[in-house]
């Protein structure tokens, strides 16, 4: 089987590669998009993550954020983002820094290089348990993009679609961290801040996730913070 990786650079599309890996999916490429995010480090990190497997990276840029900045926290660097935040006050309502269609709009890229490409899946690491409440990370965002697939593309029609799989969309950040260590993933070479800097906030919902999750684990997280 032939299929390519959605690779933001952080830890969940890394485990979920890694995932890919060992079953023998074979990816051929790496796809990544910078869409104007203020965290455009993790660019950095995909980019290591690719060259560690050994996989084509490619990266769309596509600056929507220049368009729609004042829709979210994650694309305006004026604009404070949640932190210090509890799990259950992540949890209430999605967050600001929510970035309307963006699951979207990369599933749609990388639907169109999977097909150019003649792959049979693209790997992607959307997680719903995360807290984060983003709604296009949920199970029924992906079947209906599957749904989508079979209709909208010349795959599709000729009974022969491209699957995204998604394979830690039910695991726990502590079940992903815990996977990534059992398959080697290059967990050092992820990026999960918010905050395009240099090392990472510790205070973001993305950081405060990530660290309970070692913490838990009772493991040192391999990257820096402040």
Same mark, same amino acid.
């Given at each position: 089987?032939?299929?390519?990786?959605?690779?933001?650079?952080?830890?969940?599309?890394?485990?979920?590669?890694?995932?890919?890996?060992?079953?023998?999916?074979?990816?051929?490429?790496?796809?990544?998009?910078?869409?104007?995010?203020?965290?455009?480090?993790?660019?950095?990190?995909?980019?290591?993550?690719?060259?560690?497997?050994?996989?084509?990276?490619?990266?769309?840029?596509?600056?929507?954020?220049?368009?729609?900045?004042?829709?979210?926290?994650?694309?305006?660097?004026?604009?404070?983002?949640?932190?210090?935040?509890?799990?259950?006050?992540?949890?209430?309502?999605?967050?600001?820094?929510?970035?309307?269609?963006?699951?979207?709009?990369?599933?749609?890229?990388?639907?169109?290089?999977?097909?150019?490409?003649?792959?049979?899946?693209?790997?992607?690491?959307?997680?719903?348990?995360?807290?984060?409440?983003?709604?296009?990370?949920?199970?029924? %965002?992906?079947?209906?993009?599957?749904?989508?697939?079979?209709?909208?593309?010349?795959?599709?029609?000729?009974?022969?679609?491209?699957?995204?799989?998604?394979?830690?969309?039910?695991?726990?950040?502590?079940?992903?961290?815990?996977?990534?260590?059992?398959?080697?993933?290059?967990?050092?070479?992820?990026?999960?801040?918010?905050?395009?800097?240099?090392?990472?906030?510790?205070?973001?919902?993305?950081?405060?996730?990530?660290?309970?999750? %070692?913490?838990?684990?009772?493991?040192?997280?391999?990257?820096?913070?402040?």
């Amino acid at each position: 089987m032939k299929s390519i990786a959605l690779l933001s650079g952080g830890l969940d599309s890394c485990v979920a590669l890694a995932i890919a890996q060992r079953l023998g999916l074979n990816p051929s490429a790496s796809v990544t998009i910078l869409y104007g995010q203020r965290h455009d480090r993790e660019i950095r990190s995909a980019e290591a993550i690719a060259a560690h497997y050994g996989l084509r990276h490619i990266l769309i840029d596509l600056p929507i954020g220049n368009y729609i900045k004042h829709a979210s926290a994650l694309l305006n660097p004026q604009e404070a983002l949640p932190k210090d935040r509890g799990m259950e006050e992540m949890s209430s309502a999605i967050p600001r820094s929510y970035v309307p269609g963006r699951n979207t709009m990369m599933l749609a890229i990388a639907q169109s290089i999977a097909e150019a490409f003649d792959a049979d899946c693209i790997i992607v690491g959307f997680n719903h348990l995360d807290y984060s409440g983003y709604p296009d990370c949920r199970p029924e %965002f992906v079947d209906v993009w599957n749904k989508l697939a079979r209709v909208a593309t010349k795959r599709g029609v000729e009974g022969n679609p491209i699957q995204v799989w998604t394979p830690i969309i039910d695991m726990s950040k502590v079940d992903i961290i815990t996977k990534g260590y059992e398959l080697k993933a290059p967990l050092h070479l992820t990026w999960s801040c918010y905050q395009g800097r240099e090392k990472a906030c510790g205070k973001c919902d993305s950081c405060i996730i990530r660290l309970d999750a %070692f913490k838990k684990l009772k493991l040192d997280d391999p990257i820096k913070y402040r």
